[in-house]
């Protein structure tokens, strides 16, 4: 029971700083502002369950994914860390505006609601960063052929501790206005140029310890 439980903590611990859902909410909110709330809670809702089989495949079978393919871990960091930097900078530099034309390009709320797994769900939410922490977490699984009961009751925490920062996505991204509201304009604009600071540090932490384990390993 202990172990289960410390994989849940382990799993959403993770996995929160790097999916960051409070800072993403509020670009999610800008992304989407010419679409009803209804909509809007649709989208969140879609993104909330395509990112949970993203990392669901991802802690599951991401491994032997990336060994069918002959790729490393730390070439994943690396190429997560330079594809979240670039989203950052760009984030960073000419604050929301580079993103939001993804969904204004749409003009019907069925436009944006086709857009829902990718950029929202992809890369912004649930990036190469989040799929890169998923794998490692799945490296870290007990084999189910020794111990077919500890196995699951682990793989079954981990799953719940992913439900849990889906859910949590999904109400940051439902709530979003009422965070907005809290914060004020100048409270908005600040938080949304921390959020894309710290993507980018993640960014570049993900490239740093990619390219030290790589070294490591030759």
């Not at 969140?44 to 949970?52: D, I, K, Q």
């Not at 599951?60 to 860390?81: K, N």
């Not at 938080?191 to 710290?198: C, G, P, V």
């Not at 960014?203 to 310890?209: A, D, E, H, L, V």
Request: glycine share 10%; proline share 3%; hydrophobic share 50%.
């Amino acid at each position: 029971m202990n172990d289960a439980i410390h994989a849940f903590f382990l799993t959403y611990a993770a996995l929160f700083p790097i999916v960051n859902p409070l800072g993403t909410a509020l670009v999610f909110l800008d992304m989407t502002a010419k679409c009803s709330s209804q909509v809007r809670h649709q989208i969140a809702w879609r993104v909330a369950v395509s990112g949970f089989v993203l990392l669901g495949v991802s802690v599951l079978a991401g491994s032997h994914i990336l060994g069918f393919f002959g790729l490393s871990l730390p070439a994943v960091r690396i190429a997560g860390g330079i594809v979240i930097s670039i989203m950052g900078w760009r984030l960073l530099d000419s604050g929301d505006s580079s993103l939001e034309g993804d969904i204004e390009s749409s003009k019907t709320d069925q436009g944006a609601l086709a857009k829902a797994f990718y950029p929202i769900t992809m890369p912004m939410t649930f990036g190469p960063g989040s799929i890169a922490v998923a794998i490692a977490l799945g490296t870290e699984r007990p084999n189910i052929l020794n111990d077919f009961n500890h196995a699951a009751i682990q793989d079954l925490a981990t799953c719940v501790g992913l439900l849990a920062i889906c859910g949590t996505v999904y109400l940051a991204y439902s709530y979003a206005e009422v965070l907005k509201r809290v914060l004020g304009e100048n409270g908005t604009k600040v938080l949304m140029r921390l959020a894309a600071f710290i993507i980018l540090c993640i960014g570049i932490q993900m490239i740093w310890i990619g390219v030290a384990d790589l070294l490591n390993t030759r």
